[in-house]
């Protein structure tokens, strides 16, 4: 049984540049989640995706922007990449109406 | 706004050793905690899952216990061994389909 899948695992991106990050959520499960977690840091919650629809977000830019698919997966875009993006990006995923939230490996972003 | 601390930040323990790890909450109102260990630059493996009608959960050697009223959960580890090297976080839901609220999380070396 297919955990949370994330793509790349790496990526290198310049100031300015624009990024998209893809997510598989766990089998069964139809609800993904976003987070930032800097180095040291706990994860902080970027949003939530479920039915095709943006149901929560915590304090970031519009710059982040997200997507969810037919098929439950997840794209995280974000815009006009700052130094500070730099981070491990998780995603999560879960049963919408309950359970556990199960997560992924992560991408490192480094912004240079 | 729901808050979550963690002591101790770091703990370096002998092999063997019975530990116990900290979590408190500012908001009584919760749904459900979450223990989660993450190895480094890794994404995060769940341990135990609390629903806020319960009081403990047990899995191996790993006991979680929950106190509601008083805003604190505790995260038990019996005989620990150098692979329970990790960083342990706690998360907190407010709701069955809402964000997760993470602490810091406590950096646990288990030495040979």
């Known amino acids: 049984d297919a955990g949370v899948t994330q793509s790349p695992t790496h990526l290198i991106k310049t100031r300015g540049q624009q990024v998209t990050l893809r997510c598989s959520p766990k089998?069964?499960?139809?609800?993904v989640s976003w987070y930032q977690q800097a180095l040291g840091q706990g994860p902080q919650f970027i949003f939530q995706?479920?039915?095709?629809?943006e149901r929560q977000r915590g304090n970031f830019p519009d710059r982040f922007s997200g997507h969810q698919f037919p098929n439950y997966s997840s794209e995280l875009n974000v815009n006009a990449l700052l130094l500070g993006d730099s981070a491990l990006y998780l995603c999560a995923s879960r049963l919408w109406g309950g359970g556990g939230y199960t997560f992924g490996s992560g991408t490192r972003l480094t912004v240079v | 706004k729901q808050e979550v601390t963690q002591i101790p930040a770091a703990l370096s323990v002998p092999e063997g050793e019975n530990l116990v790890l900290n979590c408190s909450f500012t908001d009584s109102a919760i749904y459900n905690l979450q223990w989660f260990r993450q190895d480094p630059g890794k994404g995060l493996t769940s341990l135990l899952l609390i629903q806020s009608s319960q009081r403990e959960q047990t899995s191996g050697r790993l006991n979680a216990s929950l106190d509601k009223s008083s805003g604190r959960s505790t995260l038990y580890i019996a005989a620990s061994q150098p692979g329970d090297s990790a960083t342990y976080l706690c998360?907190?839901?407010?709701?069955?389909?809402?964000?997760?609220?993470f602490g810091e999380g406590t950096q646990l070396t288990v030495n040979p």
């Open positions: 998360a907190v839901s407010l709701s069955s389909g809402s964000r997760l609220t």
């Open positions: 995706y479920y039915e095709e629809e």
């Open positions: 089998s069964g499960h139809d609800t």
